[in-house]
């Protein structure tokens, strides 16, 4: 029997209706087994509708809206539900019952309210959109329509931890070119090759944006195959194919 309670977990620090969804409850199978959202992965369109429409209902939420993420620092405002997938990686929205969100599968999705402002937003952070200024975008759009940083709550949800995302010497380069600082979120891992520490990192724009109340669920989509997709993961066991997280939340009714 499938459980509407079952399918998302959510965070204390967001009063927003919102939900960080895994793998669980869902239609999906294979390697997408079984809450796949991705509207562009090679699972059945039928099945990705139903999947989607399950979370709609469990936020209580009129739409769920996805982009066609491109791991930028693009934002978009939107009052109804497009007509067709936007190239971007942030969404923020006033409009009450309408669900904006984030796919993942190892990058980091972060849910934003400002709730005197009545602003909620959702952004993907992979490393190339954290390092090119995803948060800080979603984080000015926000403010554009009246949030202030010191109101906002964010919540980074489930994506890869450092002990498992093994990067190399050239992404590490990649971050110290833009920011000395930056090599803080790297440490070596046991054959003494480069980590990345992805949460660290979105949580560090976080603080830069001002944003004191800033959190992360702690899940590591990499670790926990049961409970969440990861395109590494898959990548390692040889899959071809992954299915995507979605973390989403709307300003309520």
Same mark, same amino acid.
């Given at each position: ?9 959510? @965070? ?44 709609? %209902? ?113 992404? %590490? ?21 480069? @980590? ?56 309520? @009714?």
């Amino acid at each position: 029997m499938f459980h509407m309670t079952d399918i998302a977990s959510t @965070h204390p620090a967001l009063s927003s209706p919102h939900g960080f969804f895994g793998r669980r409850g869902g239609v999906s199978d294979g390697v997408y087994a079984t809450l796949n959202t991705g509207q562009r992965s090679d699972d059945n369109p039928d099945h990705v509708a139903t999947n989607r429409a399950r979370i709609a %209902k469990w936020l209580g939420a009129d739409s769920v809206v996805s982009l066609a993420q491109i791991h930028s620092s693009e934002v978009v405002f939107i009052d109804a539900v497009p007509d067709q997938l936007i190239q971007a990686d942030g969404l923020v929205t006033m409009t009450p019952g309408l669900a904006v969100s984030a796919m993942s599968a190892d990058c980091g999705p972060v849910l934003f309210e400002d709730t005197d402002a009545g602003v909620v937003a959702a952004c993907h952070a992979g490393w190339r959109g954290a390092l090119s200024g995803i948060v800080e975008s979603t984080v000015a759009a926000m403010c554009e329509l009246g949030a202030q940083p010191t109101r906002i709550r964010a919540v980074l949800g489930p994506c890869i931890s450092q002990p498992n995302y093994e990067v190399g010497d050239t992404f %590490k380069a990649a971050f110290a070119e833009v920011s000395e600082d930056y090599t803080q979120f790297f440490e070596p891992g046991s054959s003494g090759v480069p @980590h990345f520490d992805l949460p660290g990192f979105i949580l560090s724009r976080l603080d830069a944006c001002g944003i004191e109340n800033r959190y992360w669920t702690g899940h590591c989509t990499y670790a926990d195959e049961t409970e969440y997709f990861s395109y590494r993961r898959n990548t390692h066991q040889g899959l071809s194919g992954y299915g995507r997280n979605l973390s989403a939340i709307m300003r309520p @009714h």
